[in-house]
């Protein structure tokens, strides 16, 4: 069999005219954002940068965390989610992982955005109490205990602990336990307070239920630590 000419092997051209060249773009179109998009994005953080936080609605300021998770996305019906959820934008930044996963369209990205939030404002409220007498900043105390614990779904007990000159010199939390429970140990507390020198104590615990028992038993564990024949620290 006699081999063809190689002209006959050549790609036929298009019936009707020349085909027109394929557009080249430096990424797939599926992954740019709508116009539309990033004039609302744009939008949002000029506004933030002009007027801060109080500008914002609690749902655009969760827009602004979701844009860094979710970037080629339209976060709205995502942070509208959330604040119906969970209440406002504290209680979503502070959720549990786990409850966060439950809410359509959460995923590793946007807790680990959460997260990172949420981790700053503790460092940020902590700055300003830490090796700082505490009647001078006691706002700023308050501030922080509010930033650690207000939104916790379970029970803490925190220690405050102060030198002689009422310089907070740690901050610690002994133990943490249910919704309307957790466990004190008094002798626990003391030899902790001693390992660290510490001249007095500021005892902080919270109720996230509000529970009439949870308060009751608050009062018993104020009790024992005011009885100092628990204190014999062998």
């Known amino acids: 069999m006699k081999r063809r000419p190689a002209s006959f092997n050549e790609a036929p051209l298009p019936l009707f005219g020349e085909a027109a060249p394929a557009p080249v773009t430096g990424r797939p179109a599926r992954n740019k954002l709508p116009s539309y998009l990033c004039d609302h994005r744009q939008r949002l953080r000029a506004r933030f940068m002009e007027g801060g936080a109080p500008a914002l609605p609690d749902y655009e300021l969760l827009e602004l965390v979701l844009f860094r998770a979710l970037p080629r996305q339209d976060v709205k019906p995502l942070a509208r989610r959330l604040i119906e959820q969970?209440?406002?934008f504290g209680r979503v930044i502070s959720a549990p992982p786990a409850r966060l996963h439950q809410v359509r369209g959460v995923g590793e990205a946007v807790v680990r955005e959460f997260k990172i939030v949420e981790a700053a404002a503790h460092r940020l409220a902590r700055s300003k109490v830490m090796e700082r007498p505490v009647l001078s900043s006691w706002?700023?105390?308050?501030?922080?205990?509010?930033?650690a614990m207000s939104h916790s779904?379970?029970?803490q007990f925190r220690v405050l602990m102060l030198d002689r000159k009422n310089v907070l010199i740690a901050d610690e939390e002994q133990a943490r336990g249910t919704v309307d429970h957790v466990p004190v140990y008094p002798r626990e507390v003391m030899k902790?307070?001693?390992?660290?020198?510490a001249s007095a104590l500021i005892l902080v615990h919270n109720h996230p239920t509000h529970s009439f028992r949870s308060r009751r038993i608050t009062l018993k564990h104020i009790e024992t630590l005011e009885n100092p024949s628990i204190f014999s620290i062998a």
Do not use: K
């Open 192 to 197: 902790r307070a001693l390992e660290l020198n």
């Open 86 to 88: 969970f209440g406002d």
């Open 139 to 147: 706002h700023a105390l308050l501030d922080y205990c509010h930033t």
């Open 153 to 155: 779904e379970t029970e």
